[in-house]
C-alpha cells in the first residue's frame, strides 16, 4: 500500500518535472527564434543597403577629378531652424 502511493506520488512527480522542462525547453526556443529573427533583419537590410547602387552625387564625399590631379570635397546639409531671431 506505501509502495503504490509513493509509486503515485513519483510518477506525478515525473510528470509535472517533464512539463517544467518542455516549458523551459520551448521558452528557450522562442527566444532562439527571437534572436534569429532579429539577426536576418539586420542581415537583410545589409544586404539591401550593399545590393543598391548609390548616386556619387548624393554621397558625403565627392570626388572632382581635374586634369590629372584628384580632389576631394566634402558636402554638408544643413536644415533651417534654431536661432537667428531678435532677442530683445
Do not use: H
Not at 510518477?11 to 517533464?18: C, G, I, N, P, V
Not at 529573427?37 to 548616386?55: H, S, W
Request: proline fraction near 2%; hydrophobic fraction near 30%.
Amino acid at each position: 500500500m506505501i509502495y503504490r502511493d509513493l509509486s503515485d506520488e513519483l510518477a506525478q512527480f515525473d510528470l509535472r518535472k517533464e512539463q517544467e522542462l518542455r516549458q523551459v525547453f520551448l521558452d528557450l526556443a522562442a527566444g532562439q527564434m527571437e534572436k534569429n529573427e532579429k539577426l536576418q533583419g539586420k542581415r537583410y537590410a545589409m544586404k539591401c543597403l550593399l545590393d543598391t547602387p548609390i548616386k556619387p552625387s548624393l554621397g558625403a564625399i565627392q570626388f572632382v577629378s581635374n586634369n590629372n590631379t584628384t580632389t576631394t570635397t566634402t558636402t554638408t546639409t544643413t536644415t533651417g531652424g534654431g536661432g537667428g531671431g531678435d532677442n530683445k
